[in-house]
């Protein structure tokens, strides 16, 4: 478990976090006991994670990342899918951040992170925007350089 400061939680886990807080609270509103699976039903790869973040920032993630075998498990997990079946069924929950989505949030809430560290945000105390703009309402990201790559 990471503790993350109130600012970045405000940012990057604000919708997932809540989503994920609701799914809990309905869970704890069943008359029986039961396990779920809280999950988004979508599976991604790192590659797709890092495709989507540095395209968000109009780069190109192959111009600054090495693949290190000395790193790469040899029994890796071929897919990881979450069933979240029941969950919709029986609690009525199922999530709805997308997952470029949660990159644009994760991304967002890392820059202005650095800004702040770096102290630019020190000069400009008091007026809080987010250094990525936000999406669109259909999901698209804003065209930095070259479109992102992320899917839904």
Known sequence: MRVVEKSEAEGQFKKS????????WLMLQQEQADDYAIA????????????CAF????????????????????????????????????L??????????????MVSSDLELYTRIKGGAVANAGQ??????ALSAAGEAPRVGRPARCKR
């Open 17 to 24: 976090a809540r989503e994920y807080s609701k799914a809990m």
């Open 40 to 51: 988004t039903e979508e599976t991604h790869s790192v590659r797709d994670f890092l495709e």
């Open 55 to 90: 395209g968000l920032l109009g780069l190109d993630p192959y111009q600054y990342l090495v693949l290190d075998q000395r790193f790469v498990r040899p029994a890796e997990v071929d897919l990881l899918l979450g069933d979240a079946r029941k969950a919709h069924q029986r």
């Open 92 to 105: 009525g929950w199922s999530a709805r951040t997308t997952f470029k989505e949660l990159v644009h949030d």
């Open 128 to 133: 809080r925007k987010p250094p990525l703009p």
